[in-house]
């Protein structure tokens, strides 16, 4: 059975940092593309982050371009999301998702309905 299980979510002031893990277990993720989205309460689930299987290739959305770095090691079936100079406004949960089907000649999977497996999400909150 495949299951994606996040970490790293808590407490943190603005202008802080927290790093995000995502573990795949009972199938490899290494020739998948990986995504972030999060959810905010009362609000949809929204696009963070995409990667290309090697690491070669990312996406980010404009709320957290420069501040988010997505990565992965796919040695370790696990994928990051570093998040620098966190606002209140990152508030929420944090989801990350497979996409078994992406293609390489593909742009990067962006919406929802592109991934296939999701995990069950980790909290994080920033104060001001």
């Known amino acids: 059975q495949v299951q994606l299980t996040e970490s790293g979510g808590g407490l943190v002031q603005a202008g802080g940092s927290l790093r995000l893990s995502c573990v795949a277990s009972?199938?490899?993720?290494?020739?998948?593309?990986m995504g972030w989205f999060r959810q905010a309460p009362g609000k949809e689930r929204e696009f963070v982050a995409a990667?290309?299987?090697?690491?070669?290739?990312?996406y980010y959305a404009d709320s957290v371009k420069g501040r988010f770095t997505i990565s992965r090691d796919n040695a370790k079936n696990t994928v990051y999301l570093q998040m620098d100079s966190l606002k209140p406004e990152d508030t929420a949960v944090y989801y990350c998702?497979?996409?078994?089907?992406?293609?390489?000649?593909?742009?990067?999977?962006?919406?929802?309905?592109?991934?296939?497996?999701w995990g069950q999400g980790t909290q994080v909150t920033v104060s001001s």
């Open positions: 009972g199938r490899t993720v290494s020739s998948s593309a």
């Open positions: 998702a497979v996409d078994f089907t992406w293609s390489s000649s593909s742009r990067l999977p962006s919406q929802r309905y592109e991934y296939d497996l």
């Open positions: 990667i290309r299987w090697d690491g070669g290739r990312t």
